[in-house]
């Protein structure tokens, strides 16, 4: 009779704990489940905000079953836009050309300085590149870098300063080896703040004013680029971690709403899965060499400072960029 109680009541234990176990999955499953659906919904709101296509562009497709793997090479053009009330368009204070080659999982940027002398074809004269997105925006700006570089550029990403310190904050600031100690004001408080020499935790707004300085760097535009691939790369593989999957819907809202690209949504799991396998590879840094001079602009109708490419330079990138874009090309 005893033996008889104790298997009940170990049966009615396992039961018990299998109970308990299945609650607790169907809790879990259910938060998943929850959890999956308001990701799916914000994200569509987001890309749906953001999709902002380029004339020529192809229509995004809502069918999920164009979501693909992305395997030729490509272009991705990176600005930061500095924007007034009064403008319609602004400015472009950051321009960053990326070529990714999944074939050969490398990525390649090359900073553009936005004081570089260009013939924007839209207006009929020359100017700076920075002030193509002032006369016409995107367009205008992507197809003069066109034309400079004598490659395709297939997509854009595009975001404001205030998009820019959203996202470094919401990813918990951004991890960087400042190259020198340097004294540099922020654009928001005015206050000047100290970066010194070595490892440093950024927040938004210390981060836009450690990517947007120059002139206290003496190595110029080439340090500015080191300094701006460190922080792109730095929010890339914190929005991709694991560690940050608590803040994806907050990360989404921020692109949604300071982000612009013509991107379609259908590619973003094909980009996705191509940055998990080559993230590890260090991202090459190219050069564009030149020097400063001052010109006399008839448009502002006083001597300006403008950065003349020099030729050779400009040739070995334009060169460069195309042999890391043919899909041949296994040594690139």
Do not use: C
Not at 175 to 192: R, Y
Not at 258 to 284: C, D, H, R
Not at 307 to 331: I, V
Request: hydrophobic share 35%; aromatic share 6%; net charge neutral.
């Amino acid at each position: 009779m005893s033996i008889s109680r104790r298997t009940k009541r170990k049966s009615k234990k396992k039961k018990k704990i299998l109970y308990i176990l299945l609650v607790l999955s169907m809790v879990l499953l259910s938060g998943v489940v929850v959890f999956a659906t308001n990701l799916s919904l914000e994200a569509k709101r987001a890309a749906s905000k953001m999709y902002v296509p380029l004339e020529g562009d192809k229509e995004e497709s809502t069918n999920t079953d164009s979501i693909t793997d992305v395997d030729s090479p490509f272009t991705m053009l990176l600005a930061g836009i500095e924007r007034k009330e009064e403008e319609k368009y602004g400015r472009s204070d950051m321009l960053l050309i990326a070529t990714i080659n999944p074939k050969t999982q490398k990525i390649s940027m090359v900073s553009i300085p936005r004081d570089t002398i260009v013939d924007i074809e839209e207006i009929g004269m020359k100017d700076k590149i920075n002030h193509a997105y002032s006369h016409g925006g995107m367009k205008y700006t992507i197809n003069t870098l066109e034309k400079l570089l004598e490659i395709p550029i297939d997509y854009y990403v595009s975001t404001d300063f205030q998009g820019f310190e959203n996202i470094v904050d919401t990813v918990g600031g951004v991890n960087v080896d400042v190259p020198f100690t340097v004294d540099i004001q922020l654009a928001d408080t005015l206050k000047w703040k100290t970066y010194t020499k070595g490892p440093m935790l950024l927040q938004g707004n210390e981060a836009l004013a450690y990517v947007r300085m120059r002139k206290r760097d003496t190595e110029g535009d080439r340090g500015r680029n080191t300094r701006q691939k460190q922080v792109i790369q730095d929010i890339i593989n914190k929005a991709t971690s694991l560690n940050n999957i608590t803040k994806i819907d907050d990360m989404i809202k921020d692109v949604g709403e300071n982000v612009q690209t013509n991107i379609p949504s259908s590619k973003y799991l094909g980009f996705m899965k191509m940055y998990q396998k080559m993230k590890a590879n260090p991202i090459e840094q190219l050069q564009l060499v030149g020097e400063d001079k001052k010109v006399y602009s008839e448009i502002e109708r006083k001597d300006i400072w403008y950065f003349f490419p020099d030729e050779d330079s400009l040739k070995e990138l334009k060169d460069s960029l195309k042999l890391k874009l043919d899909k041949n090309d296994s040594e690139i």
